[in-house]
């Protein structure tokens, strides 16, 4: 099946800082990747979406200057969460699609992200 | 818009126990119906799918047939056991929604053994 990875899987940050997660689709292109955020034992919640060589769409509500996603290849998608404060703190887990019929996702194993 | 309801955890059962945990959804296109499974500390996985009424997705034992006329994905598991401990998510992905998945708020099943 279709793999998608996550680096770093885990990230202990100080406040102020920047911190870039990358989303990787292995064997095939991804011409959509999503970005979500979870909460503990809370369901996840979709921050943006973005299409390969286009400006990420954002969901109400998310600040688009503090989480910045990249979608330059088919193959790669980053998040970098800028000025990271402790309420950012948060398992985040991105998805990429290929546009097939059936309209799955295939998941990331998730980042966490800690900040201090 | 399209939005997925499951059933509130968390869920405790015996091993060998049925497992039901109920989803509906509402849609306003033809979604393609999804049951992803979380472990602890881990992402989400695929469990089964369905793109149309009346198919029947499966795997490791469990099924979940997509029903229109109840707008309903119920997964089911015949016979549980100690590793199926996690947190299930029912979710769909309309067409007309821009391939966005929409997830319910998820399940917690624990099994003792």
């Known amino acids: 099946g279709a793999v998608v990875s996550q680096h770093p899987s885990w990230v202990i940050c100080k406040s102020g800082t920047s911190v870039k997660i990358e989303c990787r689709s292995l064997d095939f292109q991804a011409t959509t990747m999503f970005w979500y955020r979870q909460f503990p034992k809370q369901s996840l919640m979709l921050m943006a979406t973005s299409n390969e060589g286009s400006k990420a769409t954002y969901e109400q509500g998310v600040e688009k200057d503090k989480f910045l996603i990249n979608h330059a290849s088919l193959t790669l998608s980053t998040l970098t969460v800028t000025s990271a404060h402790p309420e950012d703190s948060s398992f985040y887990i991105c998805?990429?699609?290929?546009?097939?019929?059936?309209?799955?996702?295939?998941f990331g194993p998730g980042t966490r992200l800690t900040v201090l | 818009g399209d939005s997925v309801t499951q059933m509130e955890g968390p869920v405790t059962l015996s091993e060998e126990a049925f497992l039901t945990i109920n989803c509906t959804y509402t849609a306003t296109g033809y979604p393609s119906l999804f049951w992803y499974v979380q472990y602890p500390g881990e992402g989400l996985q695929l469990l089964l799918k369905a793109t149309k009424a009346d198919d029947k997705g499966s795997n490791k034992g469990f099924e979940a047939t997509y029903r229109k006329e109840t707008t309903s994905f119920h997964l089911e598991k015949g016979s549980v056991q100690v590793s199926d401990s996690a947190v299930y998510f029912c979710a769909l992905s309309d067409l007309t929604g821009g391939f966005k998945t929409i997830f319910g708020a998820g399940t917690r099943l624990f099994v003792k053994a």
């Open positions: 998805s990429a699609s290929a546009g097939l019929a059936s309209n799955e996702q295939f």
